[in-house]
């Protein structure tokens, strides 16, 4: 009789179970222009069947972080200076890389970006994704081959068994996004990394792409780690929301509650910077200035010289995270005066509500026919 390879939910998670920790990471890079910290005392937690969602502009750590968790930094020039990443307990930066390799691609995974540049051209997307399966759960060519055509078929590729005899190049973007997905997969991960997983995709396939990952996460009940640009995706799957700049987390919250009540000046800003249907707005608010560079940051907060709401103490002291409410840590010296300003939902449905109301009568009194 022949075997099954049936994707099923591993039984030993609980919902809501802490898989991943990690905790006040530190990443350096030492270079010929001094130490750059693109990582500096990044915490968050990784949840069974919840997604957390980490946004940033460019060159805020992000991408960093999540391959310091895996531990595919090059070292050097790289190096951990400091911190933990704990995967059920068990720090991963203690490991010796043959351990590691037993979490790489098998309890932890990555989706990683630009698909056409991950896979592997001269490959057939088949043989990659096998090849992760004889690695990590020692199957048979034959069978691993199989559990190829499954994958694919999971992740609702058409004719999955022509498409697995298929490159790279023969695929669409949005095929080969799910190839990713697939090959991510395989080995039934309890952590998934996606990071930004709809880049360059259109609207459509994006959409279609967020929606796998999300019956996915119903049918495996994994934690997903959720880098991306898009705010949109974010408000759409995410539990909770961690904000990123310069290297430091600067805000994390609930994602109903980091929507309505944004606590720091970049949060706020990239909110702002969203365009909405809400609002009657002619032009977005901009972020002016950009992320500075890791290797020249300052004393104080590194949001200081782009922030509306500097004061000198920003400019030469940096905050520390702080708890404002449930489940809410923020790091800004103005929080309180921040925390003044109306929620961008209240502010949206009230403009909805002005929107939406009819115009007043005229009043006709005295007016002759």
Do not use: W
């Not at 929107?355 to 026919?369: H, K």
């Amino acid at each position: 009789m022949a075997a099954t390879f049936a994707t099923v939910p591993n039984p030993a998670i609980a919902e809501g179970e802490v898989l991943l920790e990690v905790d006040n990471l530190r990443t350096y890079f030492d270079t010929v222009s001094g130490t750059v910290r693109s990582v500096d005392g990044v915490s968050y937690q990784v949840q069974a069947g919840r997604t957390l969602g980490v946004v940033g502009e460019s060159g805020c750590g992000k991408s960093v972080t999540a391959l310091s968790i895996l531990r595919l930094v090059p070292t050097p020039p790289g190096r951990f200076a400091g911190g933990q990443i704990r995967y059920r307990g068990t720090d991963l930066l203690s490991l010796t890389e043959k351990q590691m390799r037993q979490i790489r691609g098998n309890r932890i995974s990555m989706i990683f970006q630009e698909p056409m540049t991950s896979l592997n051209p001269v490959l057939t997307v088949g043989r990659q994704i096998a090849e992760t399966v004889m690695v990590h759960q020692k199957l048979s060519r034959r069978d691993a081959y199989r559990r190829a055509e499954e994958m694919l078929r999971l992740v609702q590729i058409a004719e999955p068994e022509r498409r697995v005899h298929e490159y790279p190049y023969q695929l669409s973007g949005g095929m080969r996004q799910r190839v990713m997905i697939a090959l991510a997969l395989a080995c039934n991960p309890e952590v998934l990394i996606a990071d930004e997983p709809t880049t360059a995709l259109d609207v459509t396939i994006q959409a279609q792409i967020v929606d796998l990952l999300r019956n996915l996460q119903k049918t495996l009940g994994m934690g997903i780690v959720l880098i991306t640009h898009d705010l949109g995706v974010v408000a759409e799957c995410c539990d909770r929301v961690a904000v990123m700049y310069a290297g430091r987390k600067v805000e994390e919250a609930p994602v109903a509650e980091l929507f309505d009540r944004p606590l720091h000046p970049y949060t706020r800003a990239l909110m702002g910077s969203m365009p909405s249907m809400n609002t009657t707005s002619q032009r977005l608010a901009e972020i002016p200035g950009m992320v500075p560079a890791p290797s020249e940051l300052g004393k104080g907060c590194s949001f200081a010289p782009r922030c509306s709401y500097a004061t000198e103490r920003c400019r030469v002291d940096a905050p520390e995270l702080m708890a404002h409410g449930v489940d809410h840590v923020v790091a800004c010296h103005e929080v309180a005066r921040v925390a003044k300003e109306p929620g961008l939902l209240a502010t949206a449905a009230a403009t909805t509500a002005a929107t939406a109301a009819p115009a007043p009568s005229a009043d006709l009194t005295g007016v002759q026919a």
